[in-house]
């Protein structure tokens, strides 16, 4: 097994800044990169906001936020993340998008480095395939946000090797995390069950059966859920929604996964949830205030 003391993390954005937050806080050195130097600093700038509230709330020291701060580096140009131990993109889930990554940073890769991906829907084997060293590649999929969420699902692919899944699983448990196994088809454990549901409870919505807050209410106060499901899609992104939806729809070829109209119109608005501040809700005013 790789004994992992840098991690490089590919994405400044809500997961990939959550990534490096608690893989800082977790003891290794980490180096941040992004598209644009404006994209890091804005990811490092809400790591220190997210870690100054874990230091109010008593979560953390004032001390172990200082060190994790100062262990987190920016990377602007990608191939720095070649030197490091282990390399977790956690880029949009757009699986091109991910392949042109793992193409353009397999040349600068230490003989030794490990690949994980984030991505919270897309065969790992297609992604590994991208790269120089499908056998030690794996999905690492943390959930959002990764700060408070303790899970990590572990995904092999077909030509994962054994010291490259338990380094993984050594690595998620070293961040106090629990993990969870699960096999390399569309959208694995959690969002083969989630979103789907989030995708019916537009459909919900769409055909007139109940009203954006009769909808999660329903859901909050009937399956004591803690957010709605229509709450929950604007918090993951509509995008993000629509994305997972389409890779179960073209991957398992079956009718029950077809993306929602009203969802596929919300994203060409570019009514995308609480990123842009308007989906399911307008999150505008002080309160959020259904959009249907």
């Not at 004591?224 to 398992?252: A, K, R």
């Amino acid at each position: 097994m790789v004994d992992i003391k840098s991690v490089g993390v590919i994405g400044a954005g809500q997961m990939g800044s959550g990534i490096a937050h608690v893989v800082a806080l977790g003891g290794y050195d980490v180096l941040l990169h992004d598209v644009s130097a404006e994209r890091i600093e804005t990811g490092l700038a809400q790591i220190r906001k997210n870690m100054t509230r874990q230091v109010a709330r008593g979560i953390i020291t004032q001390e172990a936020m200082d060190a994790g701060i100062a262990r987190i580096k920016s990377a602007p140009e990608l191939q720095t993340i070649g030197g490091t131990d282990l390399a977790i993109e956690a880029a949009t889930e757009n699986e091109e998008v991910k392949k042109s990554i793992f193409k353009a940073l397999t040349p600068h890769l230490g003989p030794d480095t490990l690949l994980a991906s984030n991505t919270s829907s897309i065969s790992i084997t297609r992604l590994g395939a991208a790269s120089d060293r499908p056998g030690r590649f794996i999905g690492l999929h943390f959930m959002n946000p990764v700060p408070l969420m303790n899970l990590v699902e572990i995904i092999r692919g077909i030509a994962t090797d054994a010291p490259t899944y338990e380094t993984a699983v050594n690595f998620a448990k070293s961040l106090g995390k629990t993990t969870a196994n699960a096999e390399d088809f569309p959208a694995f454990i959690v969002n083969r069950v989630l979103v789907p549901m989030i995708n019916e409870a537009i459909y919900t919505l769409y055909e007139g059966v109940g009203t954006v807050d009769a909808i999660d209410t329903a859901l909050k106060l009937g399956a004591n859920h803690p957010m709605g499901p229509l709450e929950l899609g604007d918090f993951i992104g509509l995008d993000t929604v629509l994305s997972i939806m389409n890779v179960l729809y073209e991957g398992l070829a079956d009718s029950k996964y077809r993306p929602c109209p009203l969802l596929v119109k919300y994203v060409e608005a570019g009514w995308l949830g609480r990123k842009t501040d308007r989906g399911f809700y307008d999150y505008r005013g002080e309160v959020p205030i259904p959009t249907r």
